[in-house]
Every structure is written in C-alpha cells, then in structure tokens.
C-alpha cells in the first residue's frame, strides 16, 4: 500500500486545514484509516481513526470536537478536517493503513505509513 499525504502548510491559530490521504496498492475498502502526528522532540500522538464502514471512528483526546476523519472509498482517499487549530497542533501528520480495520489509537498497530506532511500554526 501506497499513501501519500496532501494539504498541509501553514496556518493562523484558529483556522482551518483539511488533510488528504491519497491510498493505492490494495483495496482500499476493507482497512482502517489512521491520522498520527509527531511533532519536534515529542512521541508520536494519535489524532484519529476511521473503519473501513465509516461507521466507527475514534479520535484522539485534544482533537474531539475539532477534528473530523472521514473517507471516500471510490476515490481512495481519507481526509482529515482540522478546525480551531493550535500552535501546539503544530507537528508532521502522518496517514496510516491498518489491514485488520481495527480503528486503534496505537502507532504500532498499523501497517503502512505515508511520508508525512507538515502542518505550522502561527501568527
């Protein structure tokens, strides 16, 4: 599995952002989403998950309220609104594939990795 992340740069504090997690190489279908991001010095944090069906997502604790996973199965992409942002939302975003679509907040637990992309919130 292929997955290439998109959307990122720079934003004020209190915009908006939508990521997008272009997948290829499987079946895009039958596997859990996930949205990790890293930021300088700091573990890798999970943000939010999204099941094959759309009907179960998880999000990490900082994020519910303000972000929002969602995905289209025909195009192959997963997508992550990011609304009310923070300087500390400040970090590299990373999309990830879960083959058994288990929708975990664990990095360890995925399968494939994007390359990651960066989002600055700033003044």
């Known amino acids: 599995v292929h997955l290439v992340e998109s959307g990122g740069g720079l934003v004020q504090p209190g915009g908006s952002l939508r990521l997008s997690c272009a997948a290829s190489g499987r079946t895009f279908g039958s596997v859990a989403l996930g949205w990790f991001r890293q930021a300088p010095g700091k573990e890798r944090e999970f943000v939010a998950a999204?099941?094959?069906?759309?009907?179960?997502?998880a999000y990490g604790v900082s994020m519910e309220g303000r972000f929002i996973i969602s995905r289209d199965n025909d195009k192959n992409t997963a997508y992550l609104q990011m609304n009310n942002l923070k300087p500390e939302d400040t970090a590299v975003y990373y999309c990830?594939?879960?083959?058994?679509?288990?929708?975990?907040?664990?990095?360890?637990?995925?399968?494939?990795w994007g390359q990651g992309i960066q989002v600055t919130v700033s003044a």
């Open positions: 999204i099941g094959w069906d759309h009907g179960r997502t």
């Open positions: 990830a594939v879960d083959v058994l679509d288990r929708v975990l907040g664990v990095a360890a637990e995925y399968d494939y």
